[in-house]
């Protein structure tokens, strides 16, 4: 079935820094590709989305591009914050809304 | 507008127990789904209701685990007898309809068995 592979963390890196968060996923359709947040203590929360293929997803100084051959959506921002310290998911959902999520990426960023 | 709500936000029991979650979906989303996050891992959908229906309760484990939407607004879920194993975070999300991907995720029910 279709399914989502994001890359281990958990990831560390100074304030400023570059960030990139992989992402590859596995589907038989055309899903569309999502990036959720959880800051500590909270709930989930879309980051950004991509509907169809080189689409780019971006919020908050973050971005995504859907890329088909590759399979992959992955994650960057050019200067992290302190404030961006949280766990990010990678997701995908079919026709149906069936949603699949990666494990997820904790990142903490330092001053 | 206000977010999808849930309740209780923390609870512990003794396996074998029983407890229920409770969510409200954001107003006017006909789509409601229950997840179950399992410590480190991402959330795993258990059921997914269209208004009152059920539409897809295939990963929910029905020998212990339960949920309706009587009137197509709030759901519980239910889990009789509780196991070790289910510890977990239990999310309700919903969207306005089930062909509108964006899902909006309530705070968690955080649910530990002893």
């Known amino acids: 079935g279709d399914s989502v592979t994001q890359m281990e963390g958990p990831v560390t890196l100074s304030e400023e820094a570059f960030l990139t968060i992989n992402c590859t996923y596995t589907a038989t359709g055309y899903p569309s590709l999502f990036w959720y947040v959880q800051y500590p203590g909270e709930g989930l929360q879309l980051l950004l989305k991509?509907?169809?293929?080189?689409d780019k997803g971006s919020n908050k100084g973050f971005e995504a591009t859907y890329r088909k051959e590759t399979t992959s959506f992955h994650l960057e921002k050019g200067s992290v914050q302190v404030s961006d310290s949280a766990v990010y998911f990678c997701?995908?959902?079919?026709?149906?809304?069936?949603?699949?999520f990666g494990a997820g990426t904790r990142l903490t960023v330092k001053p | 507008e206000a977010g999808v709500a849930q309740s209780p936000r923390y609870k512990i029991i003794e396996k074998r127990q029983s407890v229920a979650f409770w969510c409200n979906p954001i107003?006017?989303?006909?789509?409601l789904y229950w997840y179950q996050q399992i410590l480190g891992q991402g959330p795993k959908l258990l059921i997914q209701?269209?208004?009152?229906?059920?539409?897809?309760d295939s990963q929910l484990p029905k020998d212990r685990f339960s949920a309706e939407r009587l009137k197509g607004v709030d759901s519980t879920l239910k889990i009789q007898p509780a196991k070790l194993e289910d510890s977990a975070v239990y999310l309700c999300a919903s969207s306005l309809t089930r062909n509108t991907d964006t899902q909006y995720f309530g705070p968690g029910t955080r649910l530990t068995v002893l």
């Open positions: 107003s006017g989303h006909a789509t």
């Open positions: 997701a995908l959902s079919d026709r149906s809304n069936d949603m699949r």
């Open positions: 991509a509907t169809k293929a080189d």
């Open positions: 209701f269209q208004n009152n229906g059920v539409v897809d």
